[in-house]
């Protein structure tokens, strides 16, 4: 029978892991129900036991890290063991039902009614930087305290893993970890994504998986999203952002069933040109009943060393796409932001750091920065209840 003295430590020790949070789940090893035991002997040495969730979890090595840190905060430096099981399917299913809190298996937890805040961002034609603009976005808001996840939907032409640093040199993407029938989504610099990108396999041996050609059609296409909504594991989110493929096929159509009560972020160039296919991408969400809530312009005019501004692109695109938009709400649609060509905006994307986070003084991040200052603040509706985000 442990000691009194004993009996202290332990309870310390358990008190310290409060600390030592999952990567994958974002949560606390003790309210997951990893901690199996935590025992301390006379000579004040420490052992505790931690179920992972699976075999092989990639996160092992840093989970058995933190919980040797926080056991020897306690016991002292070398004072600590820690062993490694892995959970039995019981204790496996019972931690799923804890995380979907009740809801049942294969549910949308973003549909009508949801806390969370979903954005899509659209826009007409490929080729406009969407992808850049919904990767920086995200971690805009999530350097501002807010939870975050990104569903990369543009199945075709999916970036977003390569964006935000999560594609190794072989061009795979980090894995996400399943745990029964439901996929723990990786984080990448505070955000949750998941995107089919950490899915494919090269083609070929040797070849890059990144390069790989997804040949879906419609009903795939539908399936794929609905799973990314319904099998992953985002957890509680403020915000949950869709980077949408280019145009009006049938990933915007299977969103609008889906996610009815998005909101709607269109991305167009400057020149008036792209006005026209980047209203068609709007009109298209109202018709589903989302609301679109604003207009950003990227590849705007580039500041020059002597300050002078090159409209390369030409300018007045934005504007002229809110103003259409505008029309068919009673609230006019704003042009939120109009993002420049910057150098360290492409820099940071081809690196896998946002500018944001790379350069965050580039008047490309400050014009980002602003995209989220203003999304975070919008209030909503919902059944009746006015809604900020941006507190918490």
Sequence with gaps: MPSPESRTV?????????????????KPVTELDMVESVTAGDDGRVHVVIRLTIVGCPASDRIERDV???AESVAGSGMADVTLTVMTPEQRAALTERLRGG???????FGPGSLTRVIAITSGKGGVGKSTITANLAVALAARGLSVGLVDADVHGFSIPGLLGLVDEAGVAARPTRVDEMILPPVAHGVKVISIGMFVEPSEPGGRASSVAVAWRGPMLHRTLNQFLTDVYFGDLDVLLVDL??????????LGQLLPNAEVVVVTTPQPAAADVAERSGVVARQTGQRIVGVVENMAGFVQPGG????LFGSGGGALVAERLSEGQTAPVPLIASVPLSIALRQGGDAGTPVVIA????????????IAAHLAALPRELEGRRL???VR
Excluded: M
């Excluded at 892991?17 to 789940?25: A, K, N, Q, R, S």
């Design 103 to 109: 809801r049942a298996a294969r549910g949308n937890p």
């Design 68 to 70: 040797r840190q926080a």
């Design 245 to 254: 493929p280019p145009g009006t096929g049938d990933v915007a159509i299977s």
């Design 388 to 390: 900020d985000v941006s």
């Design 10 to 26: 332990e309870q310390a020790v358990h008190a310290a892991l409060t600390g030592v949070i999952d990567p994958e789940i974002r």
């Design 359 to 370: 350069a965050p003084d580039d008047p490309a991040a400050r014009a980002i920065e602003h």
């Design 308 to 311: 002078e501004v090159l409209d």
